[in-house]
C-alpha cells in the first residue's frame, strides 16, 4: 500500500525591503506563504516602513528578525550578539503586536554563540542558507534551504556550501539538479523530486534581487508551477516547524 508522501512549501525573504509587497502579492496569488526577515539598518538599499512590514504581517506573512545592523554574528562577543537578537525581536514585535520568533543570520553566516542566543533570546527558529535540503527533520536552529532564487554561478554555489560544511547539499544538487544554475529550471528540478518522495521545498531570495535581476516573471513562473499541484502545505517558516506538533 502506497502512501501520497507529504509535501510542504515554504519560502523566506531575506533584508526587508519595499518590494517584499510585491512579492507578498504574487506568492499569494498562487497560494503560497512566507517568511519576511527584515534588517533594520541594512547598508545601500531603502528600508521597509513600519507601516509596510504591518501590511505583510496582515496579508498572513510571517515576520522574522534579520538582526539590527546586518552586520555578520561571526567573530562578535556573546553580548552583542544578545543585543542584535533581543532589540531586533522587540522592534519587531512592537511593529506587528504579535511574538516574533523566526530569525535568519545574515549572509546565513552562523556560529555556535549565535545559534545558542537565539533560544536564550526567544526564538524558536534560525534560518540559515545551507542549500539543496529537502528533509522533513532538520536542526530549527539550523533550518536549511532548497534553493535561492538567484542566478549564482556553479563557482559560487559551491563556494558557499563548502563553506556550510554542505557536502550533502552538493551531492544532492548534483544528483537531482544536475548542477543546474538557472533558478527557475533549478527550482522545477528540485520541485519535482520532492512531489516524487516528499519533502519540504522551501525557496529563499532577496526582493530587491530579484528586481535587480529582472526576475519577478520567473518568480511569477515558479510559483505557478508550484500551485498547479494540489496536494501541497502552504506554510511559513515557523509553521513548517509546527507541521507535525
Ligand atoms: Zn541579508
New binding site residues.
Given amino acids: 500500500m502506497s502512501q501520497d508522501p507529504v509535501v510542504i512549501v515554504t519560502t523566506s525573504w ?2 526587508g525591503h519595499s518590494a517584499d509587497l510585491r512579492v507578498a502579492e504574487l506568492l499569494a496569488a498562487h497560494g503560497l506563504k512566507a517568511t519576511f526577515y527584515v ?1 533594520f539598518n541594512h547598508p545601500n538599499r531603502k528600508e521597509i516602513s513600519d507601516g509596510e512590514i504591518r501590511m505583510l504581517y496582515r496579508a498572513g506573512m510571517e515576520i522574522g528578525s ?1 538582526t539590527l545592523t ?1 552586520r555578520l554574528l561571526t567573530g562578535r562577543p556573546a553580548a552583542e550578539v544578545h543585543h542584535e537578537l533581543k532589540e531586533s525581536r522587540m522592534r519587531l514585535e512592537d511593529i506587528v503586536g504579535a511574538p516574533v520568533t523566526a530569525f535568519s543570520y ?2 546565513g553566516a552562523f556560529t555556535a554563540v549565535a545559534r545558542a542566543a537565539l533560544a536564550e533570546t526567544g526564538y524558536r527558529l534560525g534560518r540559515s542558507t545551507i542549500a539543496f535540503r529537502t528533509a522533513y527533520d532538520f536542526d530549527p536552529f539550523l533550518m536549511p534551504i532548497s534553493l535561492e532564487f538567484c542566478p549564482y554561478s556553479r563557482f559560487a554555489i559551491t563556494r558557499h556550501a563548502l563553506r556550510d560544511g554542505n557536502l550533502a547539499g552538493l551531492t544532492h544538487w548534483a544528483r537531482v539538479a544536475k548542477l543546474e544554475t538557472d533558478p527557475l529550471s533549478l527550482a522545477r528540478l528540485m520541485f519535482d523530486e520532492i512531489l516524487l518522495r516528499g519533502g519540504i521545498f522551501h525557496v529563499n531570495a ?1 526582493s530587491w534581487e530579484i528586481d535587480k535581476n529582472k526576475l519577478w516573471d520567473q518568480l511569477d513562473d515558479m510559483a505557478r508551477y508550484i500551485a498547479g499541484h494540489p496536494a501541497i502545505h502552504h506554510a511559513t517558516n515557523s509553521e513548517v516547524l509546527s507541521f507535525y506538533n
Fill in positions: 531575506d533584508d534588517a534579520h546586518h545574515p549572509q532577496r
